[in-house]
């Protein structure tokens, strides 16, 4: 350190008395390299003190003379240091450290000494919490241990220390105690000892509830807490806010107490399903934080029940009659005139009583002006809505209060504003694990039906008008969105659309006068609000609305309100409300598509669905186009029915157009696009619109198209691949407009020339580098899922070059090593295989059916599962090649690819559910595509029997519905070939034996269906093989339509008609088919109680008009009622004519039963 000596004597004044001395190194080339002391250079004074005094603790003895002086002068050292890595962020001292420094003090500290007891327990604290240190199990367990001693040993003055210290060390540990957990949850346990709201001292009850919510606590990949403490913890939580206030106790520590209680109860209630008991736990809770969110609440005053009973209308709280404040109604208006004077005199216009008190609550919160004219609401009926308009305005987060700074009134405001934000967490909590069903029966406590006379009953919806705070207003609206999403099945039943019944209001009207409700208050919310966080939580909360609510039984309206108030926060200020904005748009154009209503809105032109309406809002509008919200010059009908939907043209606008302006929160040049959040959104609204309103969007085809291109030619992941989900949307769309069942007439379709041309220029575009990205996979998969939404109609009318571009680089990805990107590609082939202009070509089928073969051995079950997806659909193909081609296709079909297809698709049945419902479809197709010289093949032999038993296994398993009713499907399908030798292998018993206890005996109705129209299907008597065996068919399907009107479920009730119906078709059926030496078994179930029966329901089956689900999946053609009795007269003259020995009398009685059939269906 040459340099360093050489410096001037002035010098030294510079250099930091404490820098290390570096000792002198000759330069060399086999010296050590440089590295600096420590992780950030040179200690800090933190670290310094840390390590002297860790070192001086290791050395002390337990029996030393001066030991309580000396860890009273080191415990004091640490104490008055700071640590906090939020201050001082380069102090770097390892856990082990600290670790160890604190289970040598527990060493030397006896319990005898309380004051140095207490002073440790400080000590833990400020280390642990500062530090943020994760201990070991061992440290843990050593500091516990030293805990629970000092307080069954210690006097009780010492306690709250020791208790804080235990909080801090158990935060977040409690499944690591559990050897020390029934010393303190047991039944004479510490924590419930002082946690009780029994307990006189508030402090011991204070920091007791914070150590037990500490140890419910569940760190994210940690274990959660055992279910005997948490259920002792929870109950301790629930008495605490159950409590009243103990009349010693300051406002402020018991709010403390409070929050403490409902953090507790939260981590007890997070990540998982409630466990805590029945109805009235649940009951109890809800009553508990329905009462906590409001307390502090201006102007809110209800005698607030103990327990919540599920009921569909609000009848168990009410207003408190000798409340004083509540009596003299006309005090507040005289109030709030009083403070608007004050107002007046600083030069503001005179106003009306309804808006002084408007802007008295929300004029002057960050300089926004009141509400504009054309705000107002004009009917009576919206008038009253001012009792609930938001007074909240007047600050605009929870310290912003009018009282001087830190006095007690406003300390007292905040800490109520903190316990209601806890209780509406907790509710949230409850939402999230209570189950829906149950949760129902609990909604008129929380959301209002409609607005009732004098001063409505407390909800959320007052919270989130009234309530000062907004972040309490926020989690009122998380806890609302909560309850509402997933709740659409409840809501389906409302309905307004007829008057309700003079005697009683129906449920369902109800329900929409609560929709109503929420679509009102919401509204008023979302004038009003003026926080971004706030805001954009209102936004979501009426798309959660929007998403659920059935608007297609309710009276239009409800969205045509919605669709222009919510229009100018699409240009709003902050990011996130622009984002929520369109959001609720997606809902809008999502739900129930088309919608009458939303039609008309798309149609509208561009200013007049919002143009001129203000918000709260507007000084957010000043940065962008205000000619956007101008009204615009009206258009004629020619115009509007050309244009293209405003939504569409604002949306493919966000996407493209740069920003004229930027907001002060964000950055970037101006003239920059906009934020990546805003386009995703655009682009996904974009993909609704196309998918539920297709024939408005379909005049912007070519545009979109270009907009598309754009997208996948960007360098954002995400905007390609939204990019490429549009295009598929699209696509999906058009297919939708040809298929068979479409009511959209011909010519209000695509043209096909346009659909050519559009997909032509797609193709050749940045598609192609989609779909050779490797670099990111789930773009590749969603280019598959593109290329798979082109319509068959225009595949084939494209370039052969282009044709055979899709299909090589579709058979390229199916070997690809990601498993969504081959995922996609086996489906893709397997809707090209349907297509008209492919299915006949051999080699296209054949060098698919390779790609999913070798798909259906992959690792994963999503690719094997779309394999069998795909392998159904070939097999579809080569049953629609069979019947529409001439023989030729059949007998070019490679004998070998087809007994690998056979045996894959026997495997394929013995997999998972998902894997296994297509399976096998695709066995019964192969089944009934085999030819007879094929089948009586050796190598075909084994792998033709284990295929018929593997379907065997799936009837009588007890796999998914689905599964069964599509083996049963799969084994009528079966019999159709008239190549299997059904009368005489082995396993056609199986087969009949297996549907037939099925049709008799399984609960689900759909699957029986399939078993009935199964054994309807062999068209000769020999296939159905002895009498013994058609005898038990007859029984088997006789009995099934006896016992068919017993329903084990409701849900199955409808389709209990079309199990009848195809019951007696099949035997009807038998009856045509059958023989002299059947006759006894048929004539034994026609006669008695069962006869009349049956009877009856054939009788219904003759008579009734048109065909069922059954007939049509037994592969028969659909009978009028006419066909059906001319069929049974030639069933009857069969049987006249048929020459019997022994069965006459068998043979007279059909005969007479039948007869008087057709006598019954012709009438008097």
Same mark, same amino acid.
């Given at each position: 350190?040459?340099?360093?000596?050489?410096?001037?004597?002035?010098?030294?004044?510079?250099?930091?008395?404490?820098?290390?001395?570096?000792?002198?190194?000759?330069?060399?080339?086999?010296?050590?390299?440089?590295?600096?002391?420590?992780?950030?250079?040179?200690?800090?004074?933190?670290?310094?003190?840390?390590?002297?005094?860790?070192?001086?603790?290791?050395?002390?003895?337990?029996?030393?003379?001066?030991?309580?002086?000396?860890?009273?002068?080191?415990?004091?050292?640490?104490?008055?240091?700071?640590?906090?890595?939020?201050?001082?962020?380069?102090?770097?001292?390892?856990?082990?450290?600290?670790?160890?420094?604190?289970?040598?003090?527990?060493?030397?500290?006896?319990?005898?000494?309380?004051?140095?007891?207490?002073?440790?327990?400080?000590?833990?604290?400020?280390?642990?919490?500062?530090?943020?240190?994760?201990?070991?199990?061992?440290?843990?367990?050593?500091?516990?241990?030293?805990?629970?001693?000092?307080?069954?040993?210690?006097?009780?003055?010492?306690?709250?220390?020791?208790?804080?210290?235990?909080?801090?060390?158990?935060?977040?540990?409690?499944?690591?105690?559990?050897?020390?957990?029934?010393?303190?949850?047991?039944?004479?346990?510490?924590?419930?000892?002082?946690?009780?709201?029994?307990?006189?001292?508030?402090?011991?009850?204070?920091?007791?509830?914070?150590?037990?919510?500490?140890?419910?606590?569940?760190?994210?990949?940690?274990?959660?807490?055992?279910?005997?403490?948490?259920?002792?913890?929870?109950?301790?939580?629930?008495?605490?806010?159950?409590?009243?206030?103990?009349?010693?106790?300051?406002?402020?520590?018991?709010?403390?107490?409070?929050?403490?209680?409902?953090?507790?109860?939260?981590?007890?209630?997070?990540?998982?399903?409630?466990?805590?008991?029945?109805?009235?736990?649940?009951?109890?809770?809800?009553?508990?934080?329905?009462?906590?969110?409001?307390?502090?609440?201006?102007?809110?005053?209800?005698?607030?029940?103990?327990?919540?009973?599920?009921?569909?209308?609000?009848?168990?709280?009410?207003?408190?009659?000798?409340?004083?404040?509540?009596?003299?109604?006309?005090?507040?208006?005289?109030?709030?005139?009083?403070?608007?004077?004050?107002?007046?005199?600083?030069?503001?216009?005179?106003?009306?009583?309804?808006?002084?008190?408007?802007?008295?609550?929300?004029?002057?919160?960050?300089?926004?002006?009141?509400?504009?004219?054309?705000?107002?609401?004009?009917?009576?009926?919206?008038?009253?809505?001012?009792?609930?308009?938001?007074?909240?305005?007047?600050?605009?987060?929870?310290?912003?209060?009018?009282?001087?700074?830190?006095?007690?009134?406003?300390?007292?405001?905040?800490?109520?504003?903190?316990?209601?934000?806890?209780?509406?967490?907790?509710?949230?909590?409850?939402?999230?694990?209570?189950?829906?069903?149950?949760?129902?029966?609990?909604?008129?406590?929380?959301?209002?039906?409609?607005?009732?006379?004098?001063?409505?009953?407390?909800?959320?919806?007052?919270?989130?008008?009234?309530?000062?705070?907004?972040?309490?207003?926020?989690?009122?609206?998380?806890?609302?969105?909560?309850?509402?999403?997933?709740?659409?099945?409840?809501?389906?039943?409302?309905?307004?659309?007829?008057?309700?019944?003079?005697?009683?209001?129906?449920?369902?009207?109800?329900?929409?006068?609560?929709?109503?409700?929420?679509?009102?208050?919401?509204?008023?919310?979302?004038?009003?609000?003026?926080?971004?966080?706030?805001?954009?939580?209102?936004?979501?909360?009426?798309?959660?609305?929007?998403?659920?609510?059935?608007?297609?039984?309710?009276?239009?309206?409800?969205?045509?309100?919605?669709?222009?108030?919510?229009?100018?926060?699409?240009?709003?200020?902050?990011?996130?409300?622009?984002?929520?904005?369109?959001?609720?748009?997606?809902?809008?154009?999502?739900?129930?598509?088309?919608?009458?209503?939303?039609?008309?809105?798309?149609?509208?032109?561009?200013?007049?669905?919002?143009?001129?309406?203000?918000?709260?809002?507007?000084?957010?509008?000043?940065?962008?186009?205000?000619?956007?919200?101008?009204?615009?010059?009206?258009?004629?009908?020619?115009?509007?029915?050309?244009?293209?939907?405003?939504?569409?043209?604002?949306?493919?606008?966000?996407?493209?157009?740069?920003?004229?302006?930027?907001?002060?929160?964000?950055?970037?040049?101006?003239?920059?696009?906009?934020?990546?959040?805003?386009?995703?959104?655009?682009?996904?609204?974009?993909?609704?619109?196309?998918?539920?309103?297709?024939?408005?969007?379909?005049?912007?085809?070519?545009?979109?198209?270009?907009?598309?291109?754009?997208?996948?030619?960007?360098?954002?992941?995400?905007?390609?691949?939204?990019?490429?989900?549009?295009?598929?949307?699209?696509?999906?769309?058009?297919?939708?407009?040809?298929?068979?069942?479409?009511?959209?007439?011909?010519?209000?379709?695509?043209?096909?020339?346009?659909?050519?041309?559009?997909?032509?220029?797609?193709?050749?575009?940045?598609?192609?580098?989609?779909?050779?990205?490797?670099?990111?996979?789930?773009?590749?998969?969603?280019?598959?899922?593109?290329?798979?939404?082109?319509?068959?109609?225009?595949?084939?009318?494209?370039?052969?070059?282009?044709?055979?571009?899709?299909?090589?680089?579709?058979?390229?990805?199916?070997?690809? &090593?990601?498993?969504? =990107? *081959?995922?996609? /590609? !086996? +489906? %893709? #082939? @397997?809707?090209?295989?349907? $297509?008209?202009?492919?299915?006949?070509?051999?080699?296209?089928?054949?060098?698919?059916?390779?790609?999913?073969?070798?798909?259906?051995?992959?690792?994963?079950?999503?690719?094997?599962?779309?394999?069998?997806?795909?392998?159904?659909?070939?097999?579809?193909?080569?049953?629609?090649?069979?019947?529409?081609?001439?023989?030729?296709?059949?007998?070019?079909?490679?004998?070998?690819?087809?007994?690998?297809?056979?045996?894959?698709?026997?495997?394929?049945?013995? &997999?998972?559910?998902? =894997? *296994?419902?297509? /399976? !096998? +479809? %695709? #066995? @019964?197709?192969?089944?009934? $595509?085999?030819?007879?010289?094929?089948?009586?093949?050796?190598?075909?032999?084994?792998?033709?029997?284990?295929?018929?038993?593997?379907?065997?296994?799936?009837?009588?398993?007890?796999?998914?519905?689905?599964?069964?009713?599509?083996?049963?499907?799969?084994?009528?399908?079966?019999?159709?070939?008239?190549?299997?030798?059904?009368?005489?292998?082995?396993?056609?018993?199986?087969?009949?034996?297996?549907?037939?206890?099925?049709?008799?005996?399984?609960?689900?109705?759909?699957?029986?269906? *399939?078993?009935? /129209?199964?054994? %309807?299907?062999?068209?000769?008597?020999?296939?159905?093989?002895?009498?013994?065996?058609?005898?038990?068919?007859?029984?088997?399907?006789?009995?099934?339509?006896?016992?068919?009107?017993?329903?084990?479920?409701?849900?199955?009730?409808?389709?209990?008609?079309?199990?009848?119906?195809?019951?007696?078709?099949?035997?009807?059926?038998?009856?045509?088919?059958?023989?002299?030496?059947?006759?006894?078994?048929?004539?034994?179930?026609?006669?008695?109680?069962?006869?009349?029966?049956?009877?009856?329901?054939?009788?219904?089956?003759?008579?009734?008009?048109?065909?069922?689900?059954?007939?049509?999946?037994?592969?028969?053609?659909?009978?009028?009622?006419?066909?059906?009795?001319?069929?049974?007269?030639?069933?009857?003259?069969?049987?006249?004519?048929?020459?019997?020995?022994?069965?006459?009398?068998?043979?007279?009685?059909?005969?007479?039963?039948?007869?008087?059939?057709?006598?019954?269906?012709?009438?008097?």
């Amino acid at each position: 350190m040459a340099a360093q000596t050489a410096l001037p004597a002035t010098s030294n004044d510079i250099i930091h008395r404490d820098a290390p001395k570096f000792p002198a190194v000759a330069l060399s080339a086999d010296a050590a390299p440089f590295t600096p002391q420590g992780a950030g250079g040179w200690q800090t004074d933190a670290e310094r003190l840390f390590s002297r005094c860790a070192a001086k603790l290791r050395v002390l003895r337990a029996d030393s003379a001066q030991l309580r002086e000396e860890l009273n002068l080191l415990f004091d050292q640490l104490i008055s240091e700071n640590f906090n890595k939020i201050l001082e962020p380069n102090i770097n001292i390892e856990a082990e450290d600290v670790c160890a420094l604190l289970k040598d003090a527990s060493r030397l500290v006896p319990l005898s000494q309380e004051h140095l007891v207490v002073k440790l327990c400080k000590l833990e604290h400020h280390l642990l919490n500062q530090l943020k240190v994760i201990m070991d199990e061992q440290t843990l367990d050593v500091l516990l241990s030293y805990i629970t001693r000092a307080l069954k040993v210690c006097n009780t003055w010492t306690h709250p220390g020791v208790l804080q210290a235990l909080s801090t060390v158990v935060y977040g540990n409690g499944p690591q105690c559990h050897q020390h957990l029934n010393d303190l949850l047991g039944e004479d346990g510490v924590l419930l000892l002082y946690s009780t709201p029994a307990q006189p001292d508030m402090d011991l009850r204070h920091v007791a509830l914070t150590c037990m919510a500490n140890i419910c606590l569940r760190i994210p990949g940690q274990p959660p807490l055992d279910e005997e403490h948490k259920s002792v913890c929870f109950s301790v939580f629930l008495k605490t806010l159950q409590a009243p206030k103990p009349s010693n106790t300051e406002d402020v520590f018991y709010c403390m107490v409070v929050q403490v209680a409902l953090k507790g109860l939260h981590c007890c209630l997070s990540g998982g399903k409630w466990k805590f008991g029945g109805g009235e736990e649940v009951g109890s809770v809800l009553a508990a934080l329905k009462k906590l969110m409001f307390q502090g609440a201006p102007g809110v005053s209800a005698d607030w029940p103990s327990m919540l009973y599920p009921a569909p209308l609000p009848q168990y709280e009410s207003p408190s009659p000798h409340k004083p404040a509540e009596a003299p109604k006309p005090s507040e208006p005289a109030k709030a005139s009083a403070g608007n004077k004050k107002r007046k005199s600083r030069g503001k216009a005179k106003k009306t009583s309804a808006e002084d008190s408007r802007r008295d609550e929300g004029g002057e919160e960050d300089g926004k002006t009141a509400l504009p004219a054309s705000h107002k609401l004009g009917s009576e009926a919206e008038a009253k809505s001012f009792l609930l308009y938001p007074s909240w305005k007047r600050c605009t987060s929870d310290s912003e209060f009018s009282d001087p700074e830190g006095s007690a009134q406003s300390k007292l405001r905040l800490s109520h504003a903190r316990v209601r934000q806890g209780a509406l967490h907790c509710l949230l909590a409850v939402v999230k694990c209570v189950e829906k069903r149950t949760l129902y029966g609990y909604w008129s406590s929380f959301i209002p039906d409609s607005p009732v006379g004098g001063p409505p009953p407390p909800t959320l919806l007052t919270i989130i008008l009234k309530d000062p705070s907004p972040k309490v207003r926020a989690c009122a609206l998380q806890a609302l969105s909560a309850m509402l999403d997933g709740s659409r099945q409840f809501l389906a039943v409302a309905e307004d659309t007829a008057s309700p019944r003079t005697s009683y209001t129906p449920f369902s009207f109800t329900l929409a006068a609560a929709i109503r409700e929420l679509h009102r208050t919401l509204g008023l919310a979302l004038m009003a609000e003026t926080s971004p966080q706030t805001l954009t939580q209102v936004i979501k909360c009426l798309a959660h609305l929007v998403s659920n609510a059935p608007y297609h039984r309710l009276k239009p309206g409800l969205l045509s309100s919605l669709w222009k108030q919510i229009r100018p926060y699409v240009r709003n200020r902050d990011v996130n409300v622009r984002v929520s904005a369109l959001t609720l748009y997606g809902a809008l154009v999502t739900t129930q598509a088309p919608l009458p209503e939303v039609q008309l809105l798309l149609r509208q032109p561009e200013g007049s669905t919002g143009g001129g309406s203000l918000t709260p809002q507007d000084g957010a509008l000043s940065w962008r186009h205000r000619e956007a919200q101008s009204p615009r010059a009206p258009r004629t009908p020619r115009e509007v029915d050309g244009a293209p939907p405003w939504l569409l043209t604002l949306c493919a606008s966000l996407v493209t157009q740069p920003r004229g302006d930027q907001s002060d929160s964000e950055g970037g040049a101006v003239g920059a696009l906009e934020p990546s959040p805003v386009r995703l959104e655009a682009l996904q609204v974009l993909s609704h619109l196309v998918r539920g309103y297709i024939s408005l969007a379909q005049a912007s085809l070519c545009d979109i198209g270009q907009l598309c291109a754009r997208c996948l030619a960007e360098t954002d992941p995400s905007i390609q691949l939204h990019g490429a989900k549009l295009l598929e949307e699209l696509g999906s769309g058009i297919i939708q407009q040809y298929r068979a069942e479409s009511d959209v007439p011909e010519s209000s379709r695509v043209p096909l020339s346009q659909v050519v041309q559009f997909w032509t220029e797609v193709l050749s575009g940045p598609l192609n580098a989609a779909l050779q990205n490797e670099q990111h996979p789930t773009l590749q998969t969603s280019a598959c899922d593109t290329l798979a939404s082109i319509l068959p109609h225009a595949f084939a009318q494209l370039p052969d070059k282009t044709q055979l571009m899709c299909i090589t680089v579709l058979l390229g990805l199916t070997y690809s &090593d990601n498993y969504l =990107v *081959k995922t996609a /590609a !086996v +489906r %893709a #082939l @397997g809707v090209y295989v349907l $297509f008209p202009c492919l299915r006949e070509d051999l080699m296209f089928v054949a060098d698919t059916a390779n790609a999913i073969l070798a798909a259906l051995d992959d690792r994963s079950s999503n690719v094997r599962a779309k394999a069998a997806w795909s392998l159904g659909n070939l097999t579809d193909t080569l049953i629609v090649n069979m019947d529409c081609v001439d023989v030729d296709f059949q007998e070019e079909m490679s004998d070998m690819l087809l007994l690998k297809m056979l045996q894959a698709a026997t495997r394929a049945a013995a &997999d998972k559910d998902k =894997v *296994k419902c297509n /399976a !096998v +479809r %695709a #066995l @019964g197709n192969l089944l009934h $595509f085999l030819r007879e010289g094929q089948l009586s093949r050796s190598a075909f032999q084994r792998p033709l029997e284990d295929a018929v038993r593997a379907l065997v296994k799936t009837v009588q398993s007890v796999a998914t519905m689905k599964v069964r009713w599509n083996a049963c499907y799969a084994l009528g399908n079966a019999f159709r070939n008239p190549a299997l030798p059904l009368d005489s292998a082995s396993w056609s018993g199986d087969a009949f034996a297996s549907l037939c206890n099925v049709v008799t005996s399984c609960k689900n109705l759909k699957v029986r269906i *399939k078993s009935a /129209a199964a054994l %309807a299907v062999p068209a000769h008597r020999r296939c159905y093989g002895d009498d013994e065996r058609f005898g038990r068919v007859w029984h088997s399907l006789a009995t099934a339509l006896e016992t068919s009107e017993d329903m084990h479920d409701f849900l199955e009730y409808r389709y209990s008609a079309t199990l009848r119906h195809t019951l007696s078709r099949a035997l009807l059926h038998l009856l045509h088919l059958s023989l002299p030496q059947d006759l006894p078994a048929i004539c034994a179930s026609l006669t008695g109680e069962e006869g009349r029966g049956i009877r009856e329901h054939l009788i219904k089956y003759l008579q009734a008009e048109g065909g069922g689900e059954g007939e049509k999946d037994a592969g028969g053609d659909t009978l009028n009622c006419q066909q059906r009795v001319q069929t049974l007269q030639l069933t009857t003259t069969r049987l006249k004519a048929m020459k019997t020995e022994e069965e006459e009398s068998s043979k007279d009685a059909l005969i007479f039963f039948l007869e008087d059939l057709l006598k019954a269906c012709k009438g008097p």
